[in-house]
């Protein structure tokens, strides 16, 4: 999968968890270094953490995480007319459009 798709799909999950731009930032920026950094078998890693997080609810407490990212309304869903851009999704274009640049000399 291109990382422009991965990155988008990010974005989207952002968008419907209503994640502030703040936290997207900092979302996005560590999935660039570990979209450069990580081969396949490495991201397995993060399945086995995320199957764990089963086993360990039940046994503790949850704690926070580091950015300790809270959704707002998740069930929320907005629908804009065809063609609408926020100020938001220019902005996180110009990202995108960096990261781009970064990754693809």
Same mark, same amino acid.
């Given at each position: ?35 450069? %950094? &990580?081969?396949?078998?490495? +991201? ?5 953490? !995320? ?5 360990? /609810? =039940? ?11 809270? %959704? &707002?309304?998740?069930?929320? +869903? ?5 063609? !609408? ?5 220019? /902005? =996180? ?13």
């Amino acid at each position: 999968m291109k990382d422009r798709m991965i990155l988008g799909y990010m974005l989207l999950a952002c968008k419907q968890l209503n994640y502030t731009k703040e936290e997207v930032r900092n979302f996005i920026g560590e999935l660039s270094i570990l979209l450069e %950094t &990580k081969t396949e078998e490495e +991201i397995e890693e993060g399945f086995q953490w !995320y199957m764990e997080l089963d086993e360990s /609810e =039940n046994k503790i407490e949850n704690k926070p995480t580091k950015m300790d990212i809270k %959704t &707002k309304n998740p069930r929320k +869903i907005t629908r804009f007319p065809e063609g !609408y851009r926020s100020k938001l999704s220019i /902005e =996180n274009e110009k990202i995108i459009r960096l990261l781009r640049s970064i990754s693809n000399p």
